[in-house]
């Protein structure tokens, strides 16, 4: 067995938590490139508009590597995560995101260098400043951040599309003109409360069915709170060379 290093895990109180305690300091803008996807034609129900060229939901795809310029695969989902700023009295984000900003993090570890941040469910239609950080909520690196576009078939923002929302409906395809109303129809009902967030998989990088001891698992060393008192950090096995 390979014993190597042991990287500091993050914990916020008793609970382990989505914030990291980052070992070293690899994650710099310079080794990361974002993706932000724009003008948006969006279902508060996470649906497809089917609008070609305008996304239904925002993606935010990052391509990570590291200080040699090589892909990185398992950087932990919560080290990086987006929060969306409303721009537009007309825009929500429904349940996450809100004011004050929430940290979305990143659907699952890096594959091959890229991991994908997603956020499902807008209601309203408007603009919205993204911002994209790698590392703990303190202290972070940002990306990158962009101003975006969000329309939706959700016009009340009552977080559920019906006839209602005909009134005063945004240009959803954007082309300019008044023809959106076909669009709306197919989703009629369809509700934030259809959208499953997050992801189905696990959001670390541990093993919780190896043998203990192996790597990927918690170190028997004791745990601690970090210099900064706010992750409560512990260790934990890892493959490789120290770096
Ligand atoms: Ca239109």
Request: net charge negative; aromatic share 4%.
């Amino acid at each position: 067995m390979r014993l190597a290093r042991a990287l500091a895990i993050g914990f916020t109180g008793l609970t382990l938590t989505s914030l990291a305690c980052l070992a070293g300091a690899e994650t710099t803008a310079t080794n990361v490139t974002v993706d932000i996807a724009d003008s948006i034609a969006a279902c508060p129900g996470g649906d497809s508009l089917g609008v070609v060229g305008h996304p239904s939901r925002l993606r935010i795809r990052i391509v990570y590597r590291d200080g040699s310029g090589q892909l990185r695969t398992g950087v932990p989902p919560e080290s990086l995560w987006a929060t969306v700023e409303l721009t537009s009295q007309t825009l929500r984000v429904n349940d996450q995101g809100m004011t004050p900003a929430k940290l979305i993090f990143a659907d699952d570890s890096t594959r091959a260098g890229e991991a994908r941040i997603t956020v499902p469910s807008f209601s309203g239609s408007g603009t919205a400043h993204v911002f994209v950080f790698a590392g703990r909520a303190v202290g972070a690196t940002g990306l990158a951040n962009k101003t975006i576009t969000v329309r939706t078939a959700d016009t009340d923002t009552n977080g559920i599309v019906n006839s209602d929302d005909l009134t005063n409906l945004a240009d959803l395809n954007y082309n300019s003109q008044q023809d959106d109303s076909g669009l709306l129809t197919p989703h009629i009902d369809h509700s934030h409360r259809n959208v499953l967030f997050g992801t189905m998989v696990r959001r670390t990088n541990l093993c919780g069915t190896c043998a203990p001891t192996q790597a990927n698992t918690i170190g028997e060393s004791p745990v601690g709170w970090s210099p900064g008192l706010s992750p409560f950090c512990g260790p934990a096995i890892m493959t490789g060379s120290p770096s």
